[in-house]
């Protein structure tokens, strides 16, 4: 899979190290292209971010683990913002996984991506995403279909600049 475009995208004055992630079996081997990956990117571009890495895996707990834990720990990314795996399938992983390596849970994001998307979806209801920190790094679980992620972005797109500011510690308002 290749890499979302980037050149010439990056905003002046990058503020945040955001990652990627999109976890899918079938992406991970090529059956399927990744949509969703790509269009997390297409969607926060315009913000005061960087991607510094854009990765697929495998719904594999340990290999999501491990991948959130780099991210956070030797990337020192800010921002990982992750899609897939967030369903009832029974390879669904992602909400164990990154409840595992995170610090404290952020429940208000989770809880406002369902609330405000079930009003246009009724299954957003079956989303069990969770987001939370794990050092300086907000970690953020989005559904695995392109309708998921665009509807959950634009809900949280307005305040994400806002709860980075005040995870790294600069005065807010």
């Excluded at 009832?88 to 404290?104: C, G, L, M, Q, W």
Aim: aromatic letters at 4%.
């Amino acid at each position: 899979m290749e890499k979302p475009e980037t050149s010439n995208q990056k905003p002046e004055n990058t503020a945040y190290k955001v990652v990627v992630l999109t976890i899918s079996d079938r992406c991970s081997q090529g059956q399927r292209e990744d949509k969703s990956g790509k269009l997390i990117w297409e969607l926060i571009r315009h913000l005061p971010l960087e991607l510094i890495k854009y990765e697929i895996i495998p719904d594999e707990p340990d290999l999501i683990k491990a991948k959130l834990i780099e991210y956070a720990d030797n990337l020192k990314a800010d921002l990982v913002l992750t899609t897939g795996g967030t369903g009832f399938a029974p390879r669904d992983f992602t909400p164990e996984a990154t409840k595992t390596v995170i610090d404290r849970e952020t429940p208000g994001i989770a809880e406002a991506m369902r609330m405000e998307c079930f009003r246009f979806n009724k299954r957003a209801m079956l989303s069990r995403a969770v987001s939370g920190t794990r050092g300086r790094t907000l970690i953020i679980n989005l559904p695995g279909s392109s309708k998921g992620v665009k509807e959950s972005l634009e809900v949280i797109l307005d305040e994400l600049i806002h709860g980075l500011d005040m995870l790294a510690g600069k005065d807010h308002q």
